[in-house]
């Protein structure tokens, strides 16, 4: 068994990279859509190679590479919640 801390150490960690994944993403997603499909499918597998090798570097530090579950449920959570905010904050301004 882990320590708690370490446990809630990660599941911040993966819930925060969740959330910049997803702006990470949306940025990449608009800088390469003037590039053909090919081009494209090669550079996001290459940022998606890229992304997964700074979340194993960043569980490595926090924690020797320990991967639960909850990892993968808070960056789910970190991914969503920024669509979510992203949403409101649209919506707020058009008001």
């Known amino acids: 068994m882990i320590a708690l801390s370490l446990q809630f150490k990660l599941i911040v960690f993966s819930f925060i990279f969740g959330f ?7 940025g990449f997603n608009k800088i390469i859509k003037k ?3 090919v081009v494209e499918i090669i550079l996001s597998f290459l940022f998606i190679i890229f992304m997964t090798f ?3 570097i960043g569980i490595y ?4 590479a320990i991967f639960h579950i909850y990892s993968i449920l ?3 959570v970190g991914f969503i ?3 979510v905010l992203i949403k409101i904050i649209a919506n707020n301004n058009k008001k």
């Open 81 to 83: 919640l920024y669509d």
């Open 61 to 64: 530090k926090i924690g020797n």
């Open 74 to 76: 808070s960056i789910i």
């Open 54 to 56: 700074v979340y194993f």
């Open 20 to 26: 910049m994944f997803s702006a990470s993403l949306e």
């Open 35 to 37: 590039y053909s499909t």
